[in-house]
């Protein structure tokens, strides 16, 4: 009963049987060749300090750009007060507009025959298969480490095609070798707001994908297709699908007229008007602008937006820089603990302080970097935040009690 409602649930095919453990020894590295090993991961390590010194360095500058780019663009951009007309007197400027998306024609799938009124048609095909996960557990032996690695096989949903030849074990698990039909993402050539066409980068942010529902897919023509739970099924019976079963949903973005479906989709865009085209638009500070969302939204909300996401990507970014630097100090630090690695009290204590060190050296250095980036960058800015950080150690030694402490201590 429950493989009949919930047949690609992962891991209950995984029965006796379907697993087996190999087992293979590995010789242990002696001191000289863990001590070449750490002196190789010196050299990584200080290379890993470099990009993460370029990447963070970097960041700043990307950030500082783009929030310049976002400022100026608030700035500058013109609302339209109709999207029927293009006026000349807005060509070459950044523009604001609303309105319904558009298409010439529909949108058709022609191996499932199906027509959809939007920009963006979605077909999307998974393949029954067998799947191989990999356990492994090591345990050391002295000079050697004897690794058990379990291999267990699971019967699954999966879009891209798995080899079963390079399954460790490959009997009573073989997969087909290709797929009878391939996903796809069918556009429209042609998408407008009123009477002006979109970029194709314009186009590529159409991405509110949702399921076509199976009333709108309708029951396939032909009986070996069959419609279950809002998908089509190459299969005998889709309750109980076999290895081999083909399930294909359909997905669509962007409606472009009014349908069983719902309404037309709206949007606000931002970009450029070369005459009745919308275009990226390039800013003095560098950046290219075409924005695209769904809904009523005022230049106010986009651009507010758009820099949240850039505040969102710089710190996701310098937290990769900082993760980055600290792996960086560990190659470089294995050194140390590959030296008392025979002194097992010694040894985790001197781990300990070790990790301790390099969490400390990869945070200084990396918001140094950072500090360096806002120098550069916002130069004012950066030397007013290092003058307040170094102002207190200043003033406390220019300070009486500062200088007289210890005599008034004394006295």
């Known amino acids: 009963m429950y493989r009949q409602y919930y047949p690609d649930a ?17 010789r242990n590295p002696n001191f000289c060749e863990r001590i070449g090993n750490s002196l190789v991961g010196i050299v990584v390590g200080f290379i890993l300090i470099f990009v993460a010194s ?6 700043e500058g990307r950030a500082v750009q783009t929030a310049r780019s976002l400022e100026e663009g608030l700035s500058i951009v013109v609302p339209l007060q109709t999207t029927d007309v293009a006026f000349e007197g807005n060509n070459g400027k950044l523009v604001h507009l609303q309105g319904h998306l558009q298409t010439h024609k529909m949108l058709y799938d022609p191996v499932y025959h199906i027509s959809v009124p939007a ?10 298969q067998w799947v191989e996960h990999e356990t492994r557990r090591e345990y050391n032996e002295g000079g050697d480490t004897r690794v058990e690695t379990t291999y267990s096989y699971d019967l699954e949903w999966r879009s891209e095609l798995i080899r079963s030849s390079s399954f460790d074990s490959s009997v009573g698990h073989q997969n087909p070798t290709s797929l009878s039909v391939s996903s796809v993402t069918h556009v429209a050539d042609k998408v407008l707001v009123g009477s002006f066409s979109l970029s194709n980068g314009l186009i590529e942010k159409v991405t509110d994908f949702k399921h076509l529902t199976p009333t709108y897919i309708g029951q ?22 076999q290895v081999g079963d083909i399930r294909v949903k359909f997905e669509y973005s962007g409606l472009s007229q009014d349908s069983a479906l719902g309404p037309a989709a709206k949007v606000s865009v931002v970009a450029r008007q070369i005459n009745e085209r919308l275009l990226p638009y390039k800013t003095e500070a560098g950046d290219q602008i075409e924005l695209l969302y769904f809904g009523d939204m005022s230049p106010k909300e986009i651009f507010g937006k758009e ?10 970014l310098r937290f ?17 603990t590959t030296i008392v690695d025979w002194l097992p009290i010694v040894r985790e204590l001197v781990a300990m302080g070790v990790t ?17 980036g806002w120098i550069t960058y916002r130069p004012w800015l950066g030397l007013t935040i290092l003058a307040l950080a170094v102002a207190p150690l200043f003033l406390s030694k220019l300070s009486p009690r500062g200088s007289n402490y210890s005599r008034d201590t004394r006295a």
């Open 320 to 336: 990769g820089g900082w993760l980055l630097m600290f792996v960086a100090f560990g190659c470089i630090t294995s050194i140390i």
């Open 119 to 128: 920009v963006k048609l979605r077909r999307s095909v998974e393949m029954y």
């Open 307 to 316: 820099q949240a996401q850039n505040a969102i990507f710089t710190w996701a």
């Open 10 to 26: 992962p891991g209950m095919h995984n029965m006796p049987g379907n697993s087996h453990t190999s087992t293979t020894y590995r």
């Open 54 to 59: 370029w990447l963070l360095f970097w960041n």
């Open 356 to 372: 301790t060190m390099n969490l400390a050296l990869s945070i200084s250095l990396s918001l140094t970097v950072i500090a360096l």
């Open 220 to 241: 396939p023509q032909d009986p070996s297709i069959k419609l279950y739970m809002g998908a089509l099924y190459h299969s005998f019976n889709p309750a109980m699908p």
